[in-house]
T-cell receptor
């Protein structure tokens, strides 16, 4: 069990650029979640996958955001035409498919928009 | 939107003292979880309590759940400087697949 891995840890980019983050979940976990966390707040749910199927998306996930989990293993979160308000920590978590199981989090990708 | 609200928002105690944090939530739940987050890091799961449980222990942690009041508390006994972190409650609503986090309590344990 190597834990949930997220890359990169930090991303600094100019407004208007596209960015992509990667998450590698714990290998036997079939659920994968993306959250966004701003300073002083708790994580806010963005989307989640059951294997390769994206089953739920938050209203926070505007058209500029897209997430994929092509083979039911790693996932990517892309933000197009970044805006200042996109600056945040983006957290990925995974869990087994059973009910009442905790989520295991990666250390996140901190995005800073200049 | 945040489902839960932790109270207090910040707490500062001396090492060795007990720390109590409270969480209130709005809708029916399947379970409630507590997580810890050190600065700049991801969240670490501490304890999960199901809606039909009233109290649960894990090491120096004690969690209570009162579904009639839609509230939970986390007690950390004999606190250590290493307990300094933010603590979040998270609720898993009935039939939902995701958890919704509260706003967190920032705990500082002074050596």
């Amino acid at each position: 069990d190597t834990g949930v891995s997220q890359n990169p840890r930090h991303k600094i980019t100019k407004r208007g650029q596209n960015v992509t983050f990667r998450c590698d979940p714990i290998s036997e976990h079939n659920r994968l979640y993306w959250y966004r966390q701003t300073l002083g707040q708790g994580p806010e749910f963005l989307t989640y996958f059951q294997n390769e199927a994206q089953l739920e998306k938050s209203r926070l996930l505007s058209d500029r955001f897209s997430a994929e989990r092509p083979k039911g293993s790693f996932s990517t979160l892309e933000i197009q035409r970044t805006e200042q308000g996109d600056s945040a920590m983006y957290l990925c978590a995974s869990s087994p498919g059973q009910a009442n199981q905790p989520q295991h989090f990666g250390d996140g990708t901190r995005l800073s928009i200049l | 939107s945040q489902q839960g609200e932790e109270d207090p928002q910040a707490l500062s105690i001396q090492e060795g003292e007990n720390a109590t944090m409270n969480c209130s939530y709005k809708t029916s739940i399947n379970n409630l979880q507590w997580y810890r987050q050190n600065s700049g890091r991801g969240l670490v799961h501490l304890i999960l309590i199901r809606s039909n449980e009233r109290e649960k222990h894990s090491g120096r942690l004690r969690v209570t759940l009162d579904t009639s009041k839609k509230s939970s508390s986390l007690l950390i006994t004999a606190s250590r400087a290493a307990d300094t972190a933010s603590y979040f409650c998270a609720t898993d609503g009935e039939g939902y697949q995701k958890v919704t986090f509260g706003t967190g309590t920032k705990l500082q344990v002074i050596p």
